[in-house]
């Protein structure tokens, strides 16, 4: 990973399209300039430009992509090369119908859209190694390029039949026999039991569609299928380029139901473990109607804090909106500030870029709206262009907080096998499952008071940690059982919930009562999870305070683990909602019930204060004020951020030095609304 | 029937998959000693053993059956035995793909899921009679053979060239001549007439699907293909075991609205005429959020009442849960107390027996969290387990109730073609129709005074009532007239409403004016049906008081009858809103609007007086606590259920005797919170 | 046009179904005295009778069509003979099942409902052509016939491989290379750029649905075939009728959403060119919950007014319903009164008929509740039927007004193909598009004022106005913004807005900031769109008042405009909202907010007093009374309506004539509810 590394700014730019303008050649030479001003350094190329760059199968143009290569390499940038895979020629998809994918239905696609290749296909898997090999052949010495970007934003699903056939073979090569099929998934259950490998078909609303261990397998075939296909994508690259590190735009999902997770559809876990870089598109909902600033500033931290998770490393935002998306219902623009503040947090969370999609704003079709560094009036007077170029300033003067650290005392644990098999299990409250939004409540206390936090999968290490969180891990190998048991014996604190243990690895419940493994180390078994409507509610009495439970209040049975709270109202009024047991040398929690923020702040307090989590730098923080660290050999850089429309203050304890005023600092510190500051200590 | 009615117990048990635990030996051997506990005296085996039952075409084993059937046997219970139609083998979907279903946009389906075979394909009644017989051959005189259970659920439609070809000749068999058709479908609108055979085909959203008459007769048609099929499945059963009654269960639907009403896509009332014993899977919505428990318990009475008058004899409910279902959005536990009362309610309105779906919970797939008996916990220190096992014990001491009936002089008419036509008719307001609903609103101002009421179709006979009740009867034929002009000559009291008669069997509207039939017996003629939104209301002044309308308010002209109520405001003020006439020895009343349960519990208030309908033994009723008889040759039986979260009193007037407790009871009787009493006289 | 023209009768009358009741000979009879009473003049016949005119191929039978036409001759009736196009025999979709149309997902549709044929199959416009043919024969000579109505109802799209070449060959025509398409339609964006016209096809949601250009080329090239599939039908008929004058009935659509605009799927503004007289479908909802009926009543207006403008001569209105539609959720039937009004607003507004859809109900089928002149009573005293024959009655008495004309100062422009490509284009505020509805605000100003408004396309001449209001002109060809500048320059005045001149004719944004004949034409830049969600405004401040602005607030730099307007609050606080520049002779306004109609009717108040638009007649007016205008050789006739249920006032500076009583009438002008007068001067 050299090339990467060697450039000492963050990264600064995006997605660059001079194919779309090919016929417009003031628009290229302009683009130059503007770049300049704009502090511009890198540019990702070659997204869509496959039909550019082999306009005939087997005849290639690279002209124009030799020119914008060299342009930006004598302007002194770097350039992300992407492999073309997201988008084919009309005569890909005319001379190989199969390359393009077939639908749950059954039903063909034909050419259209993007992202809608089969990833089966043999063809479309050679012709793409084709024209990767050309790109890593023709540009693969070149100085200037500094990363591979591998198709775009993988995701979707196919159904043809040589998928069918891959599917069949998955689950051969994982079960071995239909009849371990058969039990895995309980298939005796409505009779549906397999007695011929032709049977198996993938899940379909005509056929199959309600075997729960199908579907969480089916998750993960699709998961693994699409890693297959970018590993295929990979070889040429890898042979021919084996210096340049790679990555592949990951994405978050949820802005129609006011959400912003991680994508749910692919195992990023299992995807990490394929890329040398993390990179993904952040686009959060800034200024939107149904929370404030802050809260939507949480829920970007979240998603930052998850991505950096998956290697512990610093990542890349790769698509970024400088002003506004096109496709919410509601598109509202960055207000004056906001840019700097949001692109400002991708750094604090760890990232060491900013890249946008996009420069330049296309002129027509489907995302002629969505945001650009230059707008369709191609001035440089633009607010947006203005308010880019002056990130880009800033960025200058912190460029040595690239390639730093975190240090992270807290983790919780998200698992993408329990959010497949939780959303899909019916019974209890169908909308009410959540799992990614619960726990991003969990995250916010810490998230409020400064605390950085990791978002681990269960196959990570926990050593690191001070503090564990995992509530809802509804799917848990007996491995995991043993490595959460192993983590608290060996002094860890452990925080879990309801929903917790309840399935193995098919989506089979324990029987028995709730596994011993767990039993033992939270000291309870479970009785019932008593499901509540919208606008019901229990009391939790903790700590001579109630708090209201919501959507699930678990009724659990105390084996040998102490009380901290209890029911006060229903039939099990006055039994435990919150336990605790010391095991080995830590400490586990057990939480009954699903409650707000309200009560998570309070039980998270003597945790934090014992563990001694606290931001040391905050004596008195500001919820509406983040202050996130990077830490470097020798210094430490503390990014605070004011995310609200007020003035805001704080007070830190330490001497800390302003990095662009250089202005020294300790005690109250005001920030003006939106205002960011950048200290080192 | 003899051996359903051998067993002098109330039915106890319910759905028993053991075929889903063959692997899990203790499981199974558990399942008998927890039956015990229990006091599960009936199972209900092999509804979905098919693949188990035949593993390859031809190939039998049935010694797991054999076991099951023998264990239950030598512990005194008896077997249901299911016929395995509801779930196909995967060879059979896959040797014949034409036992799948093809949906209406001609689509076909494969194999999964369950319940969607087609009704029309030989192939299938076939196999079905092949395993049928095969059953029949080898349980058919094991003692503890107490009834058959024939498929499952029986519901859905099938569009394949088979059914097409089944419509088409049922269309030749019931109207001769295409221009009948095209007559009584009124084709000539839009000019879609027939003009050869071969044009005919099923509505389809990809075709005609605009067809008043031709959505009508197909629903009729679904009906008469159903139980084609049943009683193609039932011919090797007939034939090898005359003597073992069959049923196959009915259900209700609704819930996803709010509603609880039998399922409107088959006619049970023509089912009925097929079946010997009545059963039904009964779900009500317990403790849901939007309304209180006793207008559950209503919904629940009325569906109750509505199987057990198809036949006027005592039902099964066939499936229940002891706990929760899994398909709601939010599925609620039953509370402690709330099986016990639900399940006796089930006895209280006719039912001889309380059948779970199901004994144990599957450890996967798609109903894992469908409540059950046993839970995944396996323990009988299981609050629900607690539960059924106390239910059982009460019913013992009950067991002489089994088998004796029901006395009722109120009847409601609910007809099903009436129901698919007013659906279907477009017009006023589309989404107000709700027939059967409104009948319960009826319905409900009975059930509060603890007045029995039947409800039946428009064939059976109306003699024994002293009170029909038939609103909203839009499909009237002039046989149906005639019916209700001979009851209400011959002494009876008929109320009747708007939407009444409008239309003849094949929903062409009665022209020239409102029948005469009609007018004669109601004496007025209909001049318009105005529509109300959601907002709006007339007023409807009665007995000096005023009372709002929704929905429909109907304009009316009196011919010879007397006005007991007006109209208060819009142009049709002052005119009649409820007339009523003398008519031979009765008396007939029409209501033109719709109204609030408030004006019903006024209007009906003096006709139960008058017929004295009055419950007998209840001096002061509660509406929150319901009570049920059901008599028997020497004596009468009451159930006195509390359906609030209160205490609540009623008054009784004769002395009666606790069947448990054997306490005399007479006068002022509390009743704690979903507390349920039986007493005998 | 001779024939059409030659009543001096407004026509009354409407669609007539004799070949639904040739088995009722009764009924047709009395058809023909229940006319008279209810003076009746016009029928429309024929438009579903396709399959009892020819009911085998090449098979003809007239003899009911020679009676009915003969029969309302002989009465003194004219006819409108309609070709039956618009519903298909069945053994002609038997026979040529390429006649029905193929969706966008490429499934065929089999035979049923109606408006469903293929517009491109030969089959069909071959067979088309022979039926009317013989149409024309027979009756074109017939003295009673008046008008044809060719087909009905045309709308909707067809998918099938003709449409497919069709659509290849409108391309190759439009733009001769593929390369012009790429950059039109901006193809290189996600790189689906053509390379072979192979590669061209429809879009679809299983292919290409993303491509803005595209999708709008599709709108247009749908309109071209209906219009193409027109001029087919319709050659033999001018062949053979030169004389008799054609027509198409147009719709509005809009109701589910609370709207009433014309119909969006077809350009109607291209279709006008080839129809003689304009006619359409006017079914307002008149009485729902969501407005009062003044505001129906200015939408309903509009809608007329925009079909006068398409041609700017008398238009017909060919459907109404005397009574309720069927189609609605909840169908009201129009109150006492309501009927006389409605009908007396379409001469007002400059229809020279009132037809209804429907005579008489149909016995069956899916419209049998739609109103009718008669009713299923078959009753003459029905209260429907007697406001029919009342209105009839009254329109002999002002049968002079007939062939009248409007005198017309105040344009709206409208832009089918803006209105496309705004709905289309994502970005901003997807939902609150609303570009006919805005104009609908617009218009409402000077509707509450009696001042007359045309509603015109970008094509027609703007001359002979005085105020042209183009808002939200989003799609303006260089042409069109010379046409505006003409037009200024000249002394006109023009108001246009935010969303105006954004994009070329291929929906290619204009680059480099706005066009300079723009900028120039109102003095102005735009730098801005900032959307907003549904709970926010921002604060015009106009002439020292506040005024909320909704769903958009364009940010602008002033060059040499004059503010006349400012924000109040956020980053653009203190910009120009409103601007006016002097422009050549004339003056232009540019509206750089969406506001309500509060801000609207303040704005335009000083412009439509500089340029005396007031209604001269009515000095002090009342929004809840309409005052339309129709212009005579030497006469004026106003039409007074009030459009509520209360007694209103108006006052009138002139002696008018009652046309009725023969009233005088000036000053203070009293109209009780629902009440119309038509006063001459």
Redesign the interface.
Known sequence: MVRFDRDQRFLHGGDY?P??W??YPD?IKEDAEMMAVARINTVTLGI?????LE??EGVFHFDWLDEAIETIYQKGGNVILAT?SG?????LS?AYPEVNRT?Q?G????????HNHCYSSPIYREKVQVINRKLAERYGNHPALSMWHISNEYSGECFCDGCQMNWRQWLKNKYGTLEAIN??????????????W??V?AP?P????????MDLDWKRFVTEMTIDFYLAELRPIRELTPDIPVTTNFMAEGHDNHDFIPLEGIDYGEFAKHVDVISWDSYPDWH??FETVARTAMKSAYVHDQYWSLKRQPFLVMESTPS?V????????K??GMHMLSAMQQLAHGSDSTLYFQWR??????????GAVVD????ME??VFKEVAEYGRRLETIAEIKGTSKEVKVAIIFDWDSNWALKR????????RRYPQTLQEHYAIFWEQDIPVDIVTSEQSLGQYDLVIAPMLYLMTKKTMMMLQDYVRQGGTLVSSYFSGL?NE????????WPKPLQELFGI????L???????HNQLLYQHKFYETKDYSGVIKVLDSQILGTYET??YAGTAAVTTKNYGQGKSYYLAARTGEAFLAVFYEPIIRSLRLENQLVTQGNPEVSVQRRVGKNCQYHFMMNFSEECQTIVISRKVTDMESGQSLIGKLSLKPYEVRIVKE
Chains 1, 2, 3 share one sequence.
Request: hydrophobic share 25%; proline share 4%.
């Open positions: 399209n194919d779309q090919l016929d628009i869509f430009s496959w039909a550019q306009p005939q073309p988008g084919r020629p009309q005569w005319e639908d239905f039903q063909k696609h034909s050419h259209g859209f993007r039990q895995s998934w309980w298939l005796n259950f409505w009779g549906n039991r397999y007695t011929d032709s049977q078909v379909s005509l056929g199959e569609h309600k075997v729960h261990g939107n109607n506004e096109n496709w919410h219902q509601i598109n509202k623009s207000r004056p704003k296309s002129r027509g079709n489907s995302e002629k709206f969505h369709h009036d191609n001035s633009n607010r299990g019916g019974g209890f409250g169908r909308p009410t399935v098919t989506d089979l419940l324990y029987l028995g009562g078994d479970l009785l019932e008593d499901t509540l409507y919208d606008d019901q229903d039939f």
